[in-house]
């Protein structure tokens, strides 16, 4: 399918190893198992990355997404969990000081113990996987709309694109990536994980997954904010006292904005909840939360200009279980 041209696109939302959801939505997208690979004949499916982590079948959702890719029915960026992944697993080189590109604390394996034990008895699958994650593209800009998993950092994509000559990383950038100070670690933290703000006076708060923060999400297309409460975008809410103080100049010099007149812009990494929506005109986050029995959700782009809420399409996930005989296989 190299140079097909297609219809539509169905831009699908964070899956982190709900295989059996996704075989339900694609199949509800219209997509069927043809030829080793789930194909649309006039569509194409992107995911916004996270694949692996936290879910039940990792391993599975991931070859589905391979096969689909491999196929052509299906392009990908990364997201925050491959690009952890492949750091967790990527040695440091000689004389850097670091054993692994993502140190191996109790913190770090939490997230990833799910994507671990899975390949745990498939060594040669877990680098083949590795391998496909470091050539994934970051970002995604077609004719008419872009796909990158948290955050479109204009200025810092131009200058990777104008550095790089692309939109895919290589293993020297995967090393830079982890150097505080470096351009690539920039990149990598705007694309993959969005813009935060540190939460003011040493503030810390607890998140719903049980880690201490002093960061908080902001929003990248807030427009004129005052105070605190209107940038944050998380799910868990900023304490009172803090919402409500007025931004500092210096935090709000520190926001990105996305503005109205740029291309339909699809993202995920969020843990949004309820009825999926539009954030703004141009932007949709596809990101409802479907490992923590939310929804996972995909968004059908036609060429419009501005995202219509009535294309929203998804499932619950009331459990991940096996699908039974008769279902799609």
């Known amino acids: 399918m190299t140079g097909a041209v297609f219809e539509g696109y169905d831009l699908i939302g964070d ?5 059996v959801s996704l075989r339900m939505l694609l199949e509800t997208l219209g997509y069927r198992r043809v030829r080793g690979a789930y194909r649309h004949p006039r569509r194409q499916a992107v995911f916004v990355g996270d694949i692996v982590d936290r879910g039940p079948r990792i391993r599975e959702a991931v070859n589905l997404v391979r096969e689909m890719e491999e196929a052509g029915s299906a392009r990908i960026v990364m997201g925050n969990h491959e690009y952890n992944f492949l750091c967790y697993c990527t040695p440091g080189r000689p004389g850097s000081g670091v054993d692994y590109l993502r140190s191996h ?3 770090h394996h939490r997230i990833i113990k799910e994507t671990l034990a899975e390949y745990e008895r498939h060594p040669q699958e877990r680098q083949d996987v590795l391998d496909w994650i470091l050539g994934m593209p970051l970002f995604l800009e077609l004719e008419d709309f872009r796909v990158i998993h948290a955050c479109w950092p204009q200025v810092l994509l131009d200058r990777f694109r104008a550095e790089y000559g692309g939109n895919r990383i290589d293993l020297d950038f995967l090393h830079r990536s982890v150097e505080p100070d470096s351009f690539e670690f920039e990149l990598m933290d705007r694309a993959l994980r969005g813009t935060h703000l540190k939460l003011p006076d040493g503030e810390v708060i607890l ?5 201490r923060r002093r960061f908080f999400r902001t929003k990248f297309w807030a427009v004129q904010p005052q105070h605190y409460a209107d940038v944050v975008f998380q799910p868990d809410p900023l304490p009172e006292h803090v919402a409500r103080r007025p931004l500092r100049a210096v935090d709000r010099q520190a926001l990105l904005r996305y503005g109205p007149d740029e291309k339909p812009l699809f993202i995920g990494h969020y843990w949004r909840e309820g009825e999926p929506e539009p954030i703004t005109g141009n932007i949709a986050c596809l990101d409802y939360s479907a490992v923590k029995w939310g929804k996972l959700v995909a968004y059908r782009f036609d060429h419009e200009k501005q995202i219509d809420p ?3 399409v998804w499932v619950d996930v009331a459990r991940d279980v096996p699908l039974s005989t008769g279902g799609a296989s």
């Open 15 to 19: 899956v982190h190893g709900c295989a």
């Open 105 to 107: 604390t109790p913190r």
């Open 207 to 211: 998140s719903k997954d049980g880690f």
């Open 310 to 312: 009535a294309k929203f």
